[in-house]
């Protein structure tokens, strides 16, 4: 498979790269991954012009998604997650093995968190039921990237969310002493805060929280 998708797309990041750029944004994310150093900004332009350039790769997308995610610049993991959201990838009923996929390699909460509610979240609504069968094996998994997804992927439902399945997601996790499910918890009952806040309040008043979720639970709660 030729992959000219991804290999134009790598050429419009090399010819937008900054090396200085690209040490300050190493250092951002810990020295965990390499950067070409294009900002967020240019790198919807070049979403923009290769779509227009080539159009939307989707008889290849798949294959073009697991080439990108194994190269070593993170802005094409980004990128790519970013027109899987535009492609709406997540409409396809199998679409959710490779989201997963996704979200369990190079995991770091910058693709995690926009997998989770931008591309799991969505499939979970056009495919409700799977959710049960898959993110219950999230929640109970040694991943922790997989637990953060169970607990995050339902962050831009709004009123549809459903409360019970916050409920049973987050209370095995309350006593994590992992950061980035401490911070998931947190997160979720703040967004529900805005919609549900006794909800969320009354959740708070009978359970022990973690600092870091205590704080982000209660940000937008009445004083």
Sequence with gaps: MALEFSHYLIELFQQKANPKRAVSMKAYMRDQFEFFGVDA??????????????????????????????????EL?????????RLK?????????????????????DTVD?????LMGPYFLEFPEKIDSITS????????????????FQLKYKEKVDLDLVYN??????????FFIQKAIGWILREISKTNPDWVADFVDQHELKTVSNREAIKYLPK
């Design 89 to 109: 990838w997540y409409r396809k009923p199998d679409s959710i093995e490779l989201f997963e996929w996704m979200a369990t390699h190079k995991s770091w909460w």
């Design 114 to 118: 926009f997998i989770a509610a931008n």
């Design 137 to 152: 094996r999230w929640n109970q998994s040694d991943d922790m990237w997989l637990i953060r997804c169970s607990i995050i």
């Design 169 to 178: 997601y987050i209370t095995p996790h309350l006593a994590s002493n992992e």
């Design 41 to 74: 900004t240019t790198r919807k332009e070049i979403e923009r012009k290769i779509i227009t350039d080539l159009g939307k790769p989707v008889d290849t997308w798949p294959a073009e998604v697991k080439f990108l995610w194994d190269q070593p610049q993170r």
């Design 77 to 85: 993991q980004q990128v790519t997650q970013d027109i899987s959201k």
